[in-house]
């Protein structure tokens, strides 16, 4: 029997999904079936097509649904914390939502939220993480974006993996970390003995930063040099009234077995008010203050002060709202962890970690703004508590495996912690290789933190090199950069002598302009031009000679 001629199926996967001509065959086949289609439809997207996808396909060596070919190298321009969100979202321009979805993340790849950036992106992608307002460093911002681009993704069809609206998904499922031991994740934190602290600033100082120290035994936690310890604070108290205060609500109104005040001093973040929070208000009160709530909850600023908007103040600038308690905290973000880089080294003590922590304060409005994570441990939890605790491994943060390399370390303010760490770890291991700390900070009579063990440091010749940067002793600011510049010609020599490069502390500023210094100094010295000085400082983070611990 000769069969009958049939019309050639429509072709629902577009010529550059990333599939291969017999895939292409297979999946139009699959699909045609699934949607009964006519001939003549709209092709799918790339990421309708990859959505689509049975769980488990393998198409070996072809890209990962969501990705294109030339993103198989991971590719990833804007993985730079100290870059701003919108160059992020220039640089995954035209990349699939999977990529655009890793841009808005922080790029700290800290852990904070569970994940790192392109685990959380890819976790969201595949409809397996709900909550887009896990982004500590990204804060609002990141939240904002997520937003708009999971809308694109509502557009598309849900993969066979989706997990149904009553699941609850964590990130220990999403990751399948091997990381359920007690301490080892923030999923399972453990508990430390918050043991001491003792501020580093003289009195006098414009600044207020603790050396706080920690008991692990017990906990099941161990540490290498590097690493940062994840916290999880609550509340003040006392905001917590404020807010049951302006809310005009009961104290202890239940809200899943608990009461509100107990939920709003260790469940939910009081920072800055959600968009989501703002959407709430619109819908219970009315004329001018419904449509500035939505613009808040839209993301703009009808009063120039939408910065300055933390929960209570949220309550009090839309004075009268009363919404439904539970309504309420739904409308508020989770209280996440916060991390700190270890400033201890666990061969001088394997059982303590210490850390150095500048506290957050800052008045607006007359009222005192607590950083939640940096004032609990300043004033609210003391010798003999316990608080709930998590080891977050370095992922590109640590000493050459060589011990005879040279180390060059720049931390201003509390960057100096990870290095503290680095140079007790190169003493108890008589590591041979020279070590040279880059510190600064606002004034040298106030602001010297760790000045007597330097001092020892230096005496017993583990510390080769100290060079300071007081911003605020005289008439100009200097900077750790201006002093890289003043001594280019010796940090050059090191770099040639096959030195690793670190940089901890601020990622807005400080660590973007000491990348530039350092451009500058290999153009000057190692005469280059400009290109190849860029050139040179990027294979230095690609092979992990130049390494960042930024926040
Ligand atoms: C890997 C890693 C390592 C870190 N290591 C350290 C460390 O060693 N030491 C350390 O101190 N921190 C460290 N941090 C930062 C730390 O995790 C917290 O982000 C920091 O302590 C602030 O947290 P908080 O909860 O106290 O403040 P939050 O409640 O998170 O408030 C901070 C927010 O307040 C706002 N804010 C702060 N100051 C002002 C101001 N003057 N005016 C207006 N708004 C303001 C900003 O929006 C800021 O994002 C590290 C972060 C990471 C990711
Ligand atoms: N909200 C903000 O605007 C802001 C600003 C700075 C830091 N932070 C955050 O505050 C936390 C703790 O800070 P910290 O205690 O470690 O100290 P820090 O505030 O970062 O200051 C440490 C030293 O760095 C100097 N500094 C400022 N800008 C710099 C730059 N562009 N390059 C090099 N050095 C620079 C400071 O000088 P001067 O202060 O005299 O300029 C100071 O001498 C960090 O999380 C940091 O990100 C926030």
Redesign the pocket.
Known sequence: MISSPRAPLPSLIPETAPFSAEQRVWLNGLFAGLLALEPGVTPLSPEQAAALLPDGLDFGATALPGQDSQEQDDDAPWHDPAMALTERMKLAEGRPLRRRLMAAMGQ?D?G?CGYNCQDYSDAIFSQKEERLNLC??G?KETARMLKALHQELGNLPAPATAKTPTETPTPADATAAPAAAPGRSREHPAEALFLSRTRLNKPGSGKETWHIEFDLTGTGIDYAVGD?FGLF?TNDPALADAVIAALAAPAKFPIGGRTLREVLIDGVSL?AAPDILFQLFSYITGGDRRQKAKALAAGEDPDGDAAMLDVLAAIEKFSGVRPDPEAFIEALDPLQP????IASSPRVEPKKIA????T?R?PINGRTRL?????YLADRVGPGDRIKAYLQKAQHFGLPADPSLPIIMIGPG?GI?PFRAFLYERMATKAPGRNWLFFGHQRSNYDFFYEDELAGMKAARVLNRLTLAWSRDGEQKIYVQDRMREVGRDLWAWLAEGAHIYVCGDAKHMARDVERALIDVVATFGVRSTNEAVAFVTDLKKSGRYQQ?V?
């Open positions: 700290q800290c904070q500590v460093p804060g940062a604070p920072g916060r991390l700190y880089s850390l150095t922590v500048d957050v800052y950083g939640v994570a940096s004032s509390t912690a611990d926040y």
